[in-house]
T-cell receptor
Framework: GAGVSQSPSNKVTEKGKDVELRCDPISGHTALYWYRQSLGQGLEFLIYFQGNSAPDKSGLPSDRFSAERTGGSVSTLTIQRTQQEDSAVYLC??????????????FGPGTRLTVT | DAKTTQPPSMDCAEGRAANLPCNHSTISGNEYVYWYRQIHSQGPQYIIHGLKNNETNEMASLIITEDRKSSTLILPHATLRDTAVYYCIVRPRSGNTGKLIFGQGTTLQVKP
């Protein structure tokens, strides 16, 4: 079946502009995650959605970052007033069962964001 | 949250077993050990997970010590396509989040 898809695959934007990154999770997966990976750095958790529960936003680095998940499926990560330090690969993942410690997360290919 | 320690890099000859160690000495009784890998320019890929018993699937085996303070991921017959960064992760104890906390991982280089 189809995996997690993300769009665009690459995005170049000018400093100060807003960007939207899209994630289509695997159909039926109730949990959705956003991570980012800066050049030469590890993966950093950003935000987590699970069903109708309040999202875990503890990883968002600043109030310029926000995300929403509409209809329990597609998610959009928005970065306002982009800065050069926002340049990174933004990865989305989804999982079917969010019982703690027991779910497998399936990752998309990522969106490479470059802020010039 | 329990943290993990992994060697930064390892080499393995093609066709041989790759044994990747991970220390998680502060793991608590209800925390699982997960392994993911990330091949260059791709998103991470789930490999295997376990609680206290050894586990095996089509990709790998996971050996967890009796005291659960360390584990070893075994790729029984490494191929060049197994070259990747391997992450050992202990799931957070939080009650309502499934986030993964990635460390620096081990870069495994499989050589012909």
């Amino acid at each position: 079946g189809a995996g997690v898809s993300q769009s665009p695959s690459n995005k170049v934007t000018e400093k100060g502009k807003d960007v939207e990154l899209r994630c289509d999770p695997i159909s039926g997966h109730t949990a959705l995650y956003w991570y980012r990976q800066s050049l030469g750095q590890g993966l950093e958790f950003l935000i987590y959605f699970q069903g109708n529960s309040a999202p875990d936003k503890s990883g968002l680095p600043s109030d310029r970052f926000s995300a929403e998940r509409t209809g329990g499926s597609v998610s959009t990560l928005t970065i306002q007033r982009t800065q050069q330090e926002d340049s990174a690969v933004y990865l989305c993942a989804s999982s079917q069962l969010a019982a703690i410690g027991r779910d497998e997360q399936y990752f998309g290919p990522g969106t490479r964001l470059t802020v010039t | 949250d329990a943290k993990t320690t992994q060697p930064p890099s390892m080499d393995c000859a093609e066709g041989r077993a790759a044994n990747l160690p991970c220390n998680h000495s502060t793991i608590s009784g209800n925390e699982y050990v997960y392994w993911y890998r990330q091949i260059h320019s791709q998103g991470p890929q789930y490999i295997i997970h376990g609680l206290k018993n050894n586990e095996t699937n089509e990709m790998a085996s996971l050996i967890i010590t009796e005291d659960r303070k360390s584990s070893t991921l075994i790729l029984p017959h490494a191929t060049l396509r197994d070259t990747a960064v391997y992450y050992c992760i202990v799931r957070p104890r939080s009650g309502n989040t499934g986030k993964l906390i990635f460390g620096q991982g081990t870069t495994l280089q499989v050589k012909p």
